[in-house]
């Protein structure tokens, strides 16, 4: 069967179309990326850690980013069957991100800018209102991105110049807090989290309104929807997609694992104070900006290609995790060079796996003669990805909980020194699963720009009538 899915795309191959766009225009379309790192990053490293300051239980707070988590993956297939179905005159994905911006914008101010004491139920209700628009912008933005070119080297650009709003909207929203701590209300929680909040509030409409008007949809064919029991069967029958998803569940659960445990890792086992701790968030995230280039670089390389870039990255993770181990209590500068090491790859895998959908999304359009189903790729993505990290947080403060971890106060030796053998060896482990499931992946560039000259030479018969 592979065989003759191999030899119809060699013969029925056409000139691809030039995937080409202005760079202003990439620009304008990944700006809404820098609000929503500003909204994502807290939401996986500061928001658990906040509430457990302003009072609730460590167990409490992990049940309730739980709950809310799994009702954001139940969202995720629905918004992807919509934002693949329904056009408008504004197109197909435009039209749900700006239905989504208000909605993030009330739930925003309500989870970062709590008034008064909090309760579990006041945290849970707005997380779901929170996720349900973070849902509709975030798929359809991915989407939307996937479409804007069908070249293979320039989804790779499109995702990293994504990624790089992205790592630089986390700096941004990491700096305000050390900002604000040293010069305006030292060891105030409320204020450092205020402040990403108020970032997100100013930034998110801006950008959302550069994106929308600045930058095009790409005509895809027609969409021509799949039954929900079919989508089982797409996932059963397409190897590498169960691949792909796969990994992504392993980068989600890793990233879950270090982003909750981070600030105990760092002020508790460490004991560094909160700036000290944010500046290493800074530093790691620099790193990933700063490497980001290089690996675009080598995964435009034949002999490496997206997959084999990404299996490289998760190794770095492999042989630099375990350095943790050797980061004596408030050694801020050692503690500093060990994340600088570890943030090389830290925009890697986000963008390439993303770049790596939009390829599957071709394939699958050529082996199943059906129309794109970009915006159902990128759910089951979203989902995947959720998931990984939902298990990663629940997971790591079941675990925190119960070995009788006291945030912000006296704890043994023994439970300080486990926590240090969580934060390390799961993250560890995850990575050489994403090395095995990466390194052998079988859609290459050759393939995929095969499939494009198969599916440019469909479009246009079409439009022409044959």
Sequence with gaps: MAQRISGSIRQDAAAPQRGALPFPTILAYASPALPIS???????????TFYIDLGLSIAGVSFVFLIARFWDIITDPLMGFFADKFHTRWGRRRIWIAIATPILLVSTFFVFLPQGSVSASYLLFWLVVLYVGWTMLTISHLSWGAELSPDYNARSTIQAVREAFLVVGMMLVLALPILIDQFIA???IRTGVGSMGVFILVFLPITVFIALSRAP????ADYKPVPWTQILSILKGNASLQRLLGTDI???????VVATLFFFLSEDVLKLTRPQANVLLLCYFLSGVIFVRFFVYLSHLPQFGKHKTLALSSGITVVTIPCLFFIPEGSFWIAALCWVILGTNMAVLPFLIRSMTADLADQDAVITGASHRTGLFFALLTMTNKIGHTLGL???LLIVSQIGFIRRGENSAEVLDLLRHIYIWFP?????????????????KKRQEDNRRILEKRFAGEHLGI
Excluded: Q, T
């Design 38 to 48: 500003a909204m994502g990053l807290p939401l996986v490293v500061h928001l658990p």
């Design 186 to 188: 030292p060891g105030n």
């Design 217 to 220: 949809e790409r005509k895809i």
């Design 250 to 256: 392993a980068v989600g659960c890793s990233v879950g």
């Design 394 to 396: 629940w997971v790591s």
């Design 428 to 444: 560890f482990a995850l990575n050489i699963v994403i090395f095995l499931l990466m390194w052998s992946y079988p859609l290459d």
